[in-house]
């Protein structure tokens, strides 16, 4: 079989058309009497309004704590909120990523051509989540304990019997290490550094590479690596962390150390992508 060679079309290019959302609210605050799927279909009026003329032929919608919603209450929103009742729908429960999973689905469709025009989205109510509790069989005596819907379906995960937020911290400290940090991190940079200076007569090097491997971990890698820039590397919680900042930080973190009579630090090249990026030479501007 030959391959088959694609190009994007414009109708299979998922975009994002438009977005609306409620208030915010809080526990028990202002929008604590008003049904998680009402606010569902609030917002999904609200998103409709901004994008006239565009008509949803799918709906997929989060909504984890859906006990006492109702059969698929994201259809049901979207309906209250004006979408046309012959618009199939479904409702995603994969919790915390309940509607990133509904925008990620409806792009795979968009994509595959089988949807032109998804609205997804997603709602709930921990206040008007219910307490529950087993009564099929009766009581024959004594009392039945009641299981809080909003801790029990939304915030304790079943698999590993722990809070979700200790589960999150333990699990990400065991699977990812270094990475898992709470403040998250952002982009990924490509360091190059240039040395000037005359070759060691002896090993024929300006600098031996594993000195200067050991001064780029010591003072570049090891301070930037997995750091949210913005909160955790000085001095960057006071200047925005431009590839231009960058660049003049690391060589005021090298220069130091890279001044001796022999190999000197020249430039600084920091990669924020393949065709953008910044030279930096210390007494001299940007080059970019």
Same mark, same amino acid.
């Given at each position: ?29 202002? $929008?604590?009497?008003?049904?998680? #799927?009402? =606010?569902? &279909?609030?917002? @999904?009026? *609200?998103?409709? !309004?901004? %994008? ?44 915390? $990523?309940?509607?990133?999973?509904? #925008?990620? =689905?409806? &792009?795979?469709? @968009?994509? *595959?051509?089988? !949807?032109? %025009? ?171």
């Amino acid at each position: 079989m030959q391959p088959v060679e694609t190009v994007a079309d414009a109708r299979t290019t998922p975009v994002l058309a438009g977005g609306a959302r409620t208030p915010v609210g809080r526990f028990r605050g202002a $929008l604590s009497d008003v049904p998680a #799927v009402e =606010l569902g &279909a609030h917002a @999904v009026e *609200a998103a409709l !309004a901004r %994008c006239p003329g565009l008509h949803p032929d799918y709906v997929a919608m989060g909504n984890v704590l859906q006990a006492a919603n109702g059969q698929n209450p994201g259809r049901r929103a979207s309906i209250m909120g004006g979408v046309a009742r012959d618009v199939p729908g479904i409702t995603l429960n994969d919790v915390c $990523l309940a509607s990133m999973s509904s #925008v990620a =689905l409806a &792009a795979g469709m @968009v994509r *595959a051509g089988e !949807a032109s %025009c998804v609205l997804v989205g997603g709602f709930d109510s921990m206040t008007g989540a219910p307490h529950a509790v087993h009564m099929r069989n009766g009581a024959a005596a004594g009392d039945r304990r009641l299981i809080d819907v909003m801790q029990h379906d939304g915030l304790w995960c079943g698999i590993a019997a722990s809070g979700m937020g200790e589960l999150s911290d333990q699990e990400n400290e065991r699977l990812f290490g270094m990475a898992a940090n709470p403040h998250g991190h952002g982009h990924n940079y490509v360091v190059e550094v240039s040395l000037a200076g005359d070759p060691d007569p002896v090993t024929g090097m300006v600098l031996d590479l594993k000195q200067l491997k050991d001064i780029l971990t010591r003072e570049v890698v090891e301070p930037y690596d997995h750091r949210f820039l913005n909160y955790e590397v000085p001095p960057f919680d006071r200047e925005i962390p431009t590839t231009e900042n960058l660049a003049r930080d690391i060589w005021r973190r090298l220069e130091p150390h890279l001044s001796g009579d022999r190999a000197k630090l020249h430039m600084v090249r920091v990669y924020e992508t393949p065709d953008l990026f910044v030279d930096y030479f210390g007494d001299q501007p940007c080059s970019v």
